[in-house]
């Protein structure tokens, strides 16, 4: 099991920009893919982008491309989501979750996920 714990979420206006940290407890961490999902109230908890094990491979959601990026330092077993743009439909709890090599889309296919942060975009 890989313990992961986010932080970097928070208030922010339109237009501002975000980094999300998902730092991971285990060491053969770059053997994993990771994924960012984030729910908002009432909606279903939806992939925003992934990043397979080997960082050659990525994903993105329609809604956030060309304003998010999503990178790995497997050095410091660490993922990151570079926001830009923001909009407030951004607003959600952004999670990450990690699985064995490949992205998937669902988040049934995760095993291990964080606790999440709040992302809050205001207009």
């Known amino acids: 099991q890989v313990l992961l714990v986010e932080s970097g979420g928070g208030l922010v206006q339109a237009g501002d920009s975000l980094r999300l940290s998902c730092a991971a407890s285990?060491?053969?961490?770059?053997?994993?893919?990771v994924a960012w999902f984030r729910q908002a109230p009432g909606l279903e908890r939806d992939l925003v982008a992934g990043?397979?094990?080997?960082?050659?491979?990525?994903y993105y959601a329609d809604s956030v491309k060309g304003r998010f990026t999503i990178s790995r330092d497997n050095a410091k077993n660490t993922i990151y989501l570079q926001m830009n743009s923001l909009k407030p439909e951004d607003t959600a709890v952004y999670y990450c979750?990690?699985?064995?090599?490949?992205?998937?889309?669902?988040?049934?296919?995760?095993?291990?996920w964080g606790q999440g942060t709040q992302v809050t975009v205001s207009s």
């Open positions: 285990e060491r053969t961490f770059s053997n994993y893919a």
């Open positions: 990043i397979n094990w080997g960082g050659d491979s990525t």
């Open positions: 979750a990690a699985r064995s090599w490949a992205i998937a889309a669902s988040p049934n296919e995760y095993a291990d």
